[in-house]
C-alpha cells in the first residue's frame, strides 16, 4: 500500500466518505490545504467541513498550521495532512474492531440471545433476561410489539469469522510494511 493509499483510508475511516477523502489528499498541495479553498472544492458548508477537520485532527490525522490574510483582507485558514501518521491509526483502529469481534464472538457462544422477529436493531436480550420478562411484558418487542425470536448463531458466528479474517488479513498487510 502506498503512503497515499494509507491516508485516504485513514481519513476516510473518520470522514465515513472515501471519495471526500480521497479529493482531500488529491488537493492538498504539499500535504497542506486552504480550509476556503477545500470548501468549494469539497461542496461542503463551513461548518461541517470544520467539525470533519477538527475530528481529523482528535486522531492527529490533520493539524490546523495557522490562518493569515490575503491581500484582499480574507482570512485564510491552513491544515496539514499527517500522512506519517496514517498507519498507526489504521493499525490501532482494526486492532480495535478486532478485539470487538472476539469479545461479540464469546458473547454470542456463550449463551442464547433473543432479538425483536421484525427488526433486530430493536432489542437483543440473553435468555434469562426473557425469562425474567416473561411475566411482565412477554416474549414481545418494546418497540414494535413483534414477537422475540431466537438468534440464529451460526449465521452471526459466520459473519464474525469472516469479518476477522478480512481484518486479519489488513494487519497482516499493514504490519508487514517497512514504515
Ligand atoms: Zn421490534
Known amino acids: 500500500m502506498s503512503e ?45 467541513l470544520r467539525q470533519l477537520l477538527y475530528r481529523m485532527q ?54 442464547e440471545y433473543y432479538v425483536c422477529a421484525a427488526d433486530p436493531t430493536h432489542i437483543r436480550l440473553s435468555f434469562d433476561e426473557v425469562i425474567s420478562r416473561m411475566d411482565e411484558s412477554g416474549l414481545v418487542c418494546p418497540v414494535c410489539g413483534a414477537m422475540l425470536e431466537p438468534v440464529d448463531r451460526d449465521k452471526i458466528m459466520e459473519e464474525i469469522e469472516k469479518m476477522l479474517d478480512v481484518l486479519d488479513k489488513a494487519l497482516e498487510v499493514l504490519e508487514g510494511e517497512a514504515s
Not at 482531500?24 to 476556503?36: C, I, R, T
Open 4 to 48: 497515499e493509499d494509507l491516508i485516504v483510508l485513514a481519513l476516510a475511516v473518520v470522514a465515513r466518505d472515501l471519495s471526500l477523502a480521497r479529493k482531500m489528499v488529491n488537493f492538498a498541495k504539499d500535504g497542506v490545504l486552504e480550509e476556503g479553498e477545500m470548501q468549494e472544492k469539497l461542496k461542503l458548508p463551513p461548518t461541517e
Open 58 to 111: 482528535d486522531s492527529n490525522l490533520v493539524v490546523q498550521l495557522g490562518t493569515k490574510e490575503d491581500e484582499a483582507g480574507n482570512r485564510l485558514t491552513y491544515w496539514r495532512i499527517n500522512s506519517d501518521l496514517a498507519k498507526s491509526f489504521l493499525l490501532r483502529r482494526f486492532k480495535e474492531v478486532r478485539e470487538m469481534l472476539i469479545r461479540r464472538r464469546e458473547e454470542e457462544s456463550s449463551g
